[in-house]
């Protein structure tokens, strides 16, 4: 069963770091991701926003595998700060 937290999105954001509204879903990310994770930012980043911080949780080792090198952010069309907010879900996770 999927629990959700209403407050999660408001925890995450509070260093107001965290920007995903934005992502159409295109798959620029991932393809261009040197570390092949595909679960940054299209479904991860859907998770905070949705509430569910269980999934986030379960993801951990993932959101600590990015090298923050950014070759996502700078090939997103949308303009995500995808290094930034999985800077935030690190400190959120680390606390
Ligand atoms: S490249 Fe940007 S818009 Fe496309 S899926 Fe990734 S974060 Fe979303
Ligand atoms: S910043 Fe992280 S998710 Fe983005 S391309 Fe680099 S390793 Fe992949």
Redesign the pocket.
Known sequence: MVQVNPGFIDQVGQAKTFN?A?????????AVCPMGIELL??KL?RYVLLGMEDKVRDNSATIYSCLLCKM?EV????G?H?AENVRTLRYYLYK
């Open positions: 995903a934005a992502c159409m879903n295109c798959g620029v990310c991932s930012p299209r980043f996502c090939n997103c069309p949308a995500v995808i």
